[in-house]
């Protein structure tokens, strides 16, 4: 069990590490193409913390455990855990962060078009996603279209994002950076090739992590004698959706709301959309006590967020609730 705990950590460091080095080099690339905050935050940041959870149930998929059933669980269970942890615990982390200094009062003001943009397509793709799982298997061409749909629904999600982008930098909103690019502290220089060669080795070592952790996880299962399932909705997305909290937390804590949260609700998108894809096609994706929680806390965390939406921002008390949407999941879960 030691060596399994320590298997497990050791990969989850590798998989913060790397998220890190993919993460700065996509800002420098946002920041190159002249992008605007929302886009950097929903789209650039978004996709990059999003890779750790995205390769763990893709990974399991195709080259997991020796078990099956395992893989399944493991990869329904991290699709359908981040946009949960995202909507729930992450939400209330950077509630908690900006208490200190704004009060229970304060609000965290993201650019509203795209906060609420960002929520309504993660609503719209999630509903499906949930509907899909009582769509019968045959014939097979149904749940194509459900998955083909979601796939669609982010692209043009993209494109709405982009067109937003171009107004948002003509008044100003382009991104700037104010880390170093993380390779030219070992003497490159920071240039495109440099950037491309960050993300590419960042890339890798994040496959590399995945497919360790999920050998931990399945490992872990066995001894405890719990389900994978509900190990993989709650113990993966805690960990692998650290790279959102702290990128978010720090943005804060700058007052960059508009890059703190846009990390967050674009990754509820680009996991609400793509990644339930995959396990319309490739897993059994049936509806269960377990998963059905989460869906439905979620999608109840979602509408909170969007019921508060506002151009005046979301109040920290209001943000403080899906706190209390985490712990309700928490407590079905596991009573």
Same mark, same amino acid.
């Not at 991290?78 to 995202?86: F, V």
């Not at 950076?177 to 950037?195: A, M, R």
């Given at each position: ?73 493991? &990869?329904? @269970?991290? +699709? ?8 729930? %615990? !992450?939400?209330?982390? $950077?509630? #908690? *962060? ?11 003001v993201p ?98 992590? &995945?497919? @360790?952790? +999920?050998?931990?996880?399945a490992a872990?299962?066995?001894? %405890? !004698?719990?389900?994978? $399932?509900? #190990? *993989? ?96 999941y928490l ?5």
């Amino acid at each position: 069990m030691i060596f399994q705990m320590a298997q497990l950590s050791m990969m989850l460091m590798l998989i913060l590490a790397a998220s890190h080095l993919f993460t700065n080099a996509i800002e420098y690339m946002g920041e190159k193409l002249g992008v605007s905050e929302g886009m950097t935050g929903s789209i650039f940041a978004a996709i990059a913390t999003a890779l750790p959870e995205t390769c763990v149930p893709v990974v399991a998929i195709i080259a997991g455990t020796s078990d099956k059933q395992i893989n399944q669980e493991i &990869s329904v @269970g991290a +699709i359908l855990g981040a946009p949960l942890m995202l909507s729930t %615990l !992450s939400t209330v982390l $950077l509630a #908690l *962060s900006a208490l200190r200094t704004r009060g229970i009062n304060g609000k965290i003001v993201p650019e509203k078009s795209g906060f609420v943009r960002d929520i309504n397509f993660f609503l719209c793709a999630f509903s499906a996603s949930a509907i899909a799982m009582f769509v019968p298997h045959h014939p097979v061409y149904l749940r194509a279209v459900m998955s083909l749909f979601l796939v669609f629904l982010y692209i043009y999600y993209l494109v709405m994002t982009l067109r937003a982008s171009r107004q948002l930098v003509t008044c100003g909103h382009s991104v700037m950076t104010d880390e170093p690019l993380l390779l030219t502290k070992l003497g490159l220089k920071n240039n495109t090739g440099t950037i491309l060669l960050q993300l590419i080795a960042s890339l890798g070592l994040l496959l590399l992590a &995945s497919k @360790g952790f +999920i050998n931990s996880i399945a490992a872990i299962s066995k001894l %405890l !004698s719990l389900s994978a $399932l509900v #190990l *993989s909705l709650l113990i993966i997305p805690i960990g692998t959706e650290l790279p959102e909290k702290v990128n978010s937390i720090l943005w804060i804590r700058k007052n960059k709301d508009t890059l703190g949260f846009g990390n967050i609700t674009g990754a509820m998108v680009f996991q609400g959309t793509l990644l339930p894809a995959l396990g319309i096609m490739l897993t059994p994706w049936r509806p269960g006590p377990e998963v059905m929680t989460g869906i439905v806390i979620t999608l109840l965390s979602a509408l909170w967020l969007r019921a508060n939406a506002s151009t005046k921002g979301v109040r920290i008390s209001a943000l403080m609730v899906n706190g209390g949407f985490y712990l309700a999941y928490l407590y079905f879960t596991l009573a």
